[in-house]
């Protein structure tokens, strides 16, 4: 599982005494922060983990930027509901709903329970 990106021209990391050539980064993780302090100012904090699949050299990418803050927003819009619904499946959340502060309340599956 993950996305694979690789380079068009394998780049050269690492320093002077201990450098690797990598070909390719997969993706092994990613965050967003989308507290209030940060969207009241217009941006949100996307976290990327990276790591090349051969030797295991690590890429970590931390962006605070209004892109950001668009991704989350999509990010939010298509998983939100589910991200909840799984939550409350587990037992790590009881029963109830779900709103957002711009629009109406969206009921969860499971609140109906």
């Known amino acids: 599982m993950g996305l694979l990106f690789t380079f068009t021209t394998p780049v050269q990391v690492g320093d002077l005494s201990n450098s690797i050539t990598v ?7 990613f965050s967003f922060n989308f507290e209030d302090a940060y969207t009241a100012a ?5 976290s990327v983990c990276l790591v ?6 690590p ?3 931390v962006f605070q930027d209004k892109a950001s803050l668009t991704m989350a927003n999509a ?5 939100g509901q589910a991200l909840f ?4 499946a587990s037992g790590k959340l009881p029963a109830g709903s779900l709103s957002d ?12 329970r």
Do not use: Q, R
């Open 101 to 112: 502060s711009a629009a109406a309340a969206i009921t969860t599956a499971a609140s109906a």
């Open 75 to 79: 990010l939010e819009t298509n998983y």
């Open 23 to 29: 070909s390719s980064l997969k993706l092994v993780s």
């Open 59 to 61: 890429v970590n990418l």
């Open 85 to 88: 619904n799984k939550l409350i």
């Open 42 to 46: 217009g941006v949100a904090v996307l």
């Open 52 to 57: 090349d699949p051969v030797s295991g050299f």
